[in-house]
């Protein structure tokens, strides 16, 4: 069975920090990873989409790695903002629908 | 706004009625997806639609019935409930099944079974 795993579980930092969450699976049948952020009790908003071919995306203060050999995939948030505070889940496509973790509660204080 | 709508945004029901999700899309995708997300889980696979066409039911009992009349619209119909059945309901779309461009989700539908 495809597992994909979030780790920290909740992660609490004052504002201004630069922050890592990871993600690791299990499939080396990826087609690509997807970064989401989802705020409480809403959808999910797509942030980042790393094709299986490419090694990193960037998209303002958000960059995320993605490693196959190693079945890992980070998200790097620099500077970080107390409007980051939210829930992110990485998913990865391996060509038939999408596997979540179970994400990352991010807490970003004044 | 995502491109992809989902109604209602909140619904309460009992377990003996009949109900249904609404998911729309005007993205030009072809393939639709229904998930589960439930406190402390993954988000968990329910149903998948290409081209129309159901591929995938991951083992969803029966009381959860989808329906996909063209590929800008799915249905998930309820009927009989559980109380464990209170979860979010996410609707995605992508351009096809497993497409690589990425899945676009909706807002959801909050349920809760009384």
């Known amino acids: 069975k495809q597992e994909v795993t979030q780790i920290p579980a909740a992660l609490s930092v004052p504002e201004g920090e630069n922050l890592v969450l990871n993600c690791s699976f299990t499939?080396?049948?990826?087609?690509?990873l997807q970064w989401f952020r989802q705020d409480p009790g809403k959808g999910l908003t797509s942030l980042l989409l790393i094709q299986s071919s490419q090694r990193e995306q960037t998209s303002g203060r958000l960059n995320a790695s993605l490693d196959k050999s190693s079945g890992r995939s980070t998200l790097y948030i620099a500077a970080s903002q107390p409007g980051d505070s939210a829930t992110y889940l990485c998913a990865q496509n391996s060509g038939y629908a999408l596997n979540f973790g179970k994400g990352t509660s991010l807490l970003v204080t004044p | 706004e995502t491109g992809v709508t989902q109604t209602p945004r909140h619904l309460v029901m009992g377990m003996t009625n009949k109900k249904s999700l609404k998911c729309e899309q005007h993205l030009g995708h072809n393939a639709m997806y229904w998930y589960k997300q439930s406190a402390k889980k993954p988000l968990e696979l329910m149903f998948v639609y290409n081209f129309k066409e159901q591929t995938e039911n991951n083992s969803v009992p029966s009381r959860f019935s989808p329906e996909c009349p063209n590929s800008s619209h799915l249905f998930l119909h309820l009927h009989t409930l559980q109380p464990e059945d209170s979860a979010l309901y996410l609707c995605?779309?992508?351009?096809?099944?497993?497409?690589?461009?990425?899945?676009?989700f909706g807002s959801g539908t909050r349920l809760t079974v009384v």
């Open positions: 499939d080396s049948a990826i087609y690509n």
């Open positions: 995605a779309s992508s351009l096809k099944q497993g497409a690589e461009d990425g899945y676009t």
